[in-house]
């Protein structure tokens, strides 16, 4: 990190991208303390994190990349519950909590299932479950599908877009297309931030994303290639329909 | 090399309430200089799969032949060096000091001497871009190139099979672009590269042949064309394209690959 500033505002779904070594999970080890900056301020709703550290992991939970590595306990619900014992909530409250960060993830029935017995998928939902059961207002969450297949990103991507509006998110991803919908992108190359722009600027920007070493996923690059407005275009099946149209229109116009 | 699979299947932990049968009978070989992709959802079988192949996991029926040979036959340290696997996040097990003192310990290890070891290291790394990184220490170096100081280890190990589990996962586009003109180097070097990704994209652009797991047997096997317009569920964005459109224009053929299919679509545009 070399002279970083940035500001998160209250309810904001916030993108963070950049290459390898680019300051990613160094931004998010500061945010939850588990590095100090060597100057400079960090402040998590008001508390710094590397001085506060419990203050603060009440109120911003981080989601890692890898699923096998955050789960602990013999049972689905313990697991979720975890987090809650370590911080003294009382009994009837925590199983409220419990069902509830269950529910919200879509594994209701799976509460004595045994952990190991999951897809990645359902791994990462039951990590994603128990931040959600302390109640954080802020997520953090680093890479959460890179481990996982197509369905298993899809089911993660589809609970987090309800938590949109309701937690303030901050997503570091590779994947271009998963923050489509945000409200800004942040950029980090070099510890530098290289950009805060909105996901339209971004991947209409080609000079911006091959100096980031970031390239269009391929729906919106394909688009690009045909001259079709990349920005509107996000399934295959839109892009389908775009070129159909198209060729419709063309056809006519002969 | 050819490396085959007959009829291989795989029980983890046999007669315990927490068996799991992992494979149940796949047959797939893996041609001489070839790139033969591996895909599937989490937990269809593919690293169980990639792991028999030089017999870090023994079948529980069926075999392994290398160059028709029953791979048991061979000594296990042999068949590792000519079949060299790269786990998922592979870098978890850099330890040396230095990069080429990382790379140098499994040629050291099977007693090549000082002078060999020394030009392994350099052309193996050399062969991932990491020529620049020896000096350094392998924990101060960024996920991309500890990934590719990882797979230069093995290289250095002079295989015919390269087998890599997820050799992608997390790294950002660009370095996921240079991995994939790593292995399409490596093909033309006459090494065959197995390449287990969840990256459909990525299968659509190197891939020679695929092969589609699911639920332990190989659901389908041929080129990226047959597997993927035969499996839309399971197709790279470029083939799910194209199959939303050839309904209305049965011209415009079986494209995978990104240029391919660009070209494909333009010529249906101009008409």
Do not use: W
């Not at chain 1, 590779?174 to 722009?197: F, K, P, S």
């Not at chain 2, 870098?91 to 070891?117: N, S, W």
């Not at chain 2, 020529?131 to 280890?153: D, T, W």
């Amino acid at each position: 990190m070399d002279g970083v500033s940035l500001e998160v505002r209250v309810g904001e779904y916030i993108g963070v991208v950049g290459p390898n070594g680019g300051g990613k999970s160094t931004l998010v080890r500061l945010l939850n303390g588990l590095l100090r900056a060597d100057s400079g301020r960090v402040r998590v709703m008001g508390f710094d994190p590397s001085a506060q550290p419990f203050e603060v992991r009440g109120k911003l939970g981080v989601l890692f990349q890898n699923p096998e590595n955050g789960l602990v306990a013999p049972f689905v619900e313990d697991d979720v519950a975890f987090g809650l014992e370590n911080l003294g909530v009382e009994r009837t409250e925590m199983r409220r909590r419990v069902a509830e960060a269950i529910s919200t993830v879509g594994l209701s029935g799976y509460e004595r299932r045994e952990p190991h017995t999951l897809s990645g998928g359902e791994k990462q939902r039951v990590a994603l479950a128990g931040l959600l059961a302390v109640e954080p207002e802020i997520l953090v969450l680093d890479e959460p599908t890179s481990m996982l297949d197509a369905s298993g990103r899809r089911e993660v991507l589809e609970h987090l877009g309800v938590l949109r509006g309701e937690k303030t998110i901050l997503h570091v991803t590779h994947h271009l297309e998963e923050l489509l919908d945000a409200d800004r992108i942040l950029v980090l190359n070099g510890g530098r931030l290289a950009a805060d722009v909105t996901p339209e600027r971004l991947l209409s920007d080609t000079e911006l994303l091959r100096e980031n070493r970031m390239i269009l996923p391929t729906v919106p690059r394909l688009a690009f290639a045909l001259g079709l407005l990349p920005t509107k275009l996000r399934t295959p099946e839109e892009l389908a329909r775009a070129v159909r149209e198209r060729a419709a229109n063309e056809a006519r116009a002969r | 090399m050819r490396l085959e699979l007959r009829d291989v299947h795989h029980v983890y932990s046999p007669g315990t309430p927490f068996e799991v049968v992992a494979l149940r009978g796949v047959t797939l070989s893996v041609e001489p200089g070839e790139v033969l992709s591996i895909v599937g959802g989490t937990g269809s079988g593919k690293s169980t799969l990639v792991q028999h192949m030089n017999l870090l996991l023994v079948p529980a029926s069926g075999q392994v032949l290398v160059d028709g040979e029953d791979a048991r036959t061979l000594k296990k340290s042999e068949l590792r060096r000519r079949v060299g696997l790269v786990f998922q996040f592979p870098e978890a097990a850099l330890f040396a000091p230095t990069v080429q003192e990382d790379v140098a310990f499994a040629p050291h290890r099977i007693g090549l001497g000082d002078e060999e070891v020394r030009t392994r290291v350099r052309q193996s790394l050399a062969a991932v871009g990491a020529g620049h990184l020896a000096e350094r220490s392998p924990f101060a170096l960024s996920g991309g190139e500890k990934r590719r100081v990882a797979i230069a280890g093995v290289l250095a190990m002079g295989p015919e099979v390269l087998v890599l589990d997820e050799p992608t996962a997390g790294l950002d586009p660009a370095t996921r672009q240079d991995l994939l003109g790593l292995v399409r180097g490596l093909r033309e070097a006459g090494i065959s590269v197995v390449f287990v990704t969840h990256d459909l994209d990525e299968v659509a652009e190197v891939a020679d042949r695929v092969c589609l797991m699911e639920g332990g047997v190989a659901r389908a096997v041929g080129t990226p064309a047959e597997v993927f317009y035969a499996n839309l569920e399971n197709a790279p964005a470029t083939v799910q394209i194209v199959a939303g459109l050839k309904a209305a224009y049965p011209g415009v053929g079986e494209p995978v690959r990104f240029e391919e299919t660009t070209a494909a679509l333009r010529e249906l545009l101009e008409g």
